[in-house]
């Protein structure tokens, strides 16, 4: 019942990405939105051809954008043979039908990408139970799009509704029970883990939260010495690594977990509750940001409400900024009028706005080419000792 991921065949797809914004949002954020598509996309295997923006107070009901841009659009993916359309906001279902219906293409909304990436990545029979999960959620309400012939009479003696029952009625009831199975699943998982955390004892735990392909996994290999997947893709990281740590005389495990994203579908979110829970019972956090993106403050701020959202808002929170070997900046010259923007900033000034009046600890380092780690380890050994001394002050004398 589900659609084949595209990226299966071993021939690459090309598809075009569409961005609608309101009166408010510039080109540089459309740039920004799509950008970060343009990522996912490749991270599932699409070659993205061009992008295709507009400005509207609310989308059309019926298309989502207007009917000049749907034309421009038809017109270039039949010229350039594209094979798939991926709007950066969800769709209605009844637009996911008519936009098919008028552009004859595959069409992908955001939340629908990253549910593919997600199954694409999946490895553990957790992390494709959480997946499956997710999809069935989001699949059920948008049956009568997805299944045009599930609004015939399904008549007959012996058919289980009585004669007359739809069969979009009957898949509805098949997708409701996978649910209920695939919760009762990982409900069975999530005891099994809940006694794996209990039986690593009461050493403190540190979990790396942050937003996706931060470098997060980098960080892990590098304090854990382990081989945790680490690549240049987002959601590299679907199942959560948990490590014993030592540094010095101090042991405490570390974790490292499911990259968030702007628009992280809540399906996912629902159903990644178990791997989430590392998150939520952890002593401390480690939120890695990269310094070395454009728009890392708003990176930073989708992972805190995310991080509120999942109940995790009130942790004791090291923020470490990572990537400082790619971090690049155009200084202004002398006689430059126009106003300063984030790149004109150097990494001194960065650190002189905002992030001089936190109260959190800022670290700045970069875990690839390792530089500042020993300060890293030196203020995590800090906070975790304080921690532990916290809860046994009868193992003072071990430090």
Same mark, same amino acid.
């Given at each position: 019942?589900?659609?084949?991921?595209?990226?299966?065949?071993?021939?690459?797809?090309?598809?075009?990405?569409?961005?609608?914004?309101?009166?408010?949002?510039?080109?540089?954020?459309?740039?920004? +939105?799509?950008?970060?598509?343009?990522?996912?996309?490749?991270?599932?295997?699409?070659?993205?051809?061009?992008?295709?923006?507009?400005?509207?107070?609310?989308?059309?009901?019926?298309?989502?954008?207007?009917?000049?841009?749907?034309?421009?659009?038809?017109?270039?993916?039949?010229?350039?043979?594209?094979?798939?359309?991926?709007?950066?906001?969800?769709?209605?279902?009844?637009?996911?039908?008519?936009?098919?219906?008028?552009?004859?293409?595959?069409?992908?909304?955001?939340?629908?990408?990253?549910?593919?990436?997600?199954?694409? /990545?999946?490895?553990?029979?957790?992390?494709?139970?959480?997946?499956?999960?997710?999809?069935?959620? +989001?699949?059920?309400?948008?049956?009568?799009?997805?299944?045009?012939?599930?609004? /015939?009479?399904?008549?007959?003696?012996? #058919?289980?509704?009585?004669?007359?029952?739809?069969?979009?009625?009957?898949?509805?009831?098949?997708?409701?029970?996978?649910?209920?199975?695939?919760?009762?699943?990982?409900?069975?998982?999530?005891?099994?883990?809940?006694?794996?955390?209990?039986?690593?004892?009461?050493?403190?735990?540190?979990?790396?939260?942050?937003?996706?392909?931060?470098?997060?996994?980098?960080?892990?290999?590098?304090?854990?010495?382990?081989?945790?997947?680490?690549?240049?893709?987002?959601?590299? #990281?679907?199942?959560? #690594?948990?490590?014993?740590?030592?540094?010095?005389?101090?042991?405490?495990?570390?974790?490292?977990?499911?990259?968030?994203? /702007?628009?992280?579908?809540?399906?996912?979110?629902?159903?990644?509750?178990?791997?989430?829970?590392?998150?939520?019972?952890?002593?401390?956090?480690?939120?890695?940001?990269?310094?070395?993106?454009?728009?890392?403050?708003?990176?930073?701020?989708?992972?805190?409400?995310?991080?509120?959202?999942?109940?995790?808002?009130?942790?004791?929170?090291?923020?470490?900024?990572?990537?400082?070997?790619?971090?690049?900046? #155009?200084?202004?010259?002398?006689?430059?009028?126009?106003?300063?923007?984030?790149?004109?900033?150097?990494?001194?000034?960065?650190?002189?706005?905002?992030?001089?009046?936190?109260?959190?600890?800022?670290?700045?380092?970069?875990?690839?080419?390792?530089?500042?780690?020993?300060?890293?380890?030196?203020?995590? +050994?800090?906070?975790?000792?304080?921690?532990?001394?916290?809860?046994?002050? +009868?193992?003072?004398?071990?430090?």
């Amino acid at each position: 019942m589900k659609p084949v991921a595209l990226s299966t065949a071993k021939q690459q797809y090309s598809c075009v990405l569409i961005g609608v914004l309101n009166k408010f949002q510039d080109d540089s954020i459309a740039r920004e +939105y799509l950008e970060e598509l343009a990522f996912l996309a490749s991270t599932y295997g699409l070659a993205t051809q061009k992008w295709f923006t507009q400005k509207l107070e609310r989308p059309d009901k019926a298309t989502f954008i207007g009917k000049g841009k749907l034309e421009e659009v038809s017109f270039f993916v039949n010229e350039h043979q594209v094979d798939v359309i991926i709007f950066d906001d969800e769709l209605s279902p009844s637009q996911q039908r008519n936009l098919e219906k008028v552009l004859g293409k595959k069409i992908l909304d955001r939340t629908t990408l990253i549910l593919e990436i997600f199954e694409q /990545r999946a490895q553990t029979a957790h992390a494709k139970t959480q997946v499956q999960l997710a999809q069935y959620q +989001y699949m059920l309400p948008r049956l009568t799009g997805m299944w045009t012939h599930l609004e /015939r009479q399904r008549g007959g003696t012996g #058919t289980r509704g009585g004669a007359g029952e739809k069969e979009i009625e009957t898949d509805r009831r098949i997708v409701r029970d996978k649910i209920a199975l695939l919760k009762e699943r990982l409900r069975e998982i999530d005891k099994q883990m809940a006694t794996q955390r209990k039986n690593r004892g009461e050493l403190i735990r540190v979990a790396l939260v942050g937003y996706t392909n931060v470098g997060k996994s980098t960080i892990m290999n590098m304090i854990s010495k382990s081989e945790v997947l680490a690549e240049n893709k987002l959601f590299a #990281t679907l199942d959560t #690594t948990v490590r014993k740590v030592t540094i010095e005389n101090l042991f405490f495990l570390m974790s490292d977990t499911v990259g968030f994203i /702007r628009k992280l579908p809540t399906q996912l979110v629902e159903s990644f509750k178990s791997t989430l829970d590392e998150v939520r019972e952890a002593d401390l956090l480690i939120h890695v940001v990269d310094i070395s993106h454009k728009n890392f403050e708003d990176h930073l701020n989708v992972v805190k409400q995310t991080l509120q959202d999942i109940g995790a808002g009130d942790k004791p929170v090291i923020l470490l900024f990572n990537k400082i070997d790619a971090f690049t900046y #155009t200084p202004k010259e002398e006689d430059d009028l126009t106003p300063t923007t984030r790149d004109n900033l150097s990494l001194e000034d960065i650190k002189n706005t905002w992030m001089k009046h936190l109260n959190t600890t800022c670290l700045f380092m970069s875990a690839l080419k390792k530089q500042n780690v020993d300060e890293f380890k030196n203020v995590l +050994y800090e906070q975790v000792k304080a921690m532990h001394v916290k809860r046994y002050p +009868y193992h003072n004398l071990l430090y």
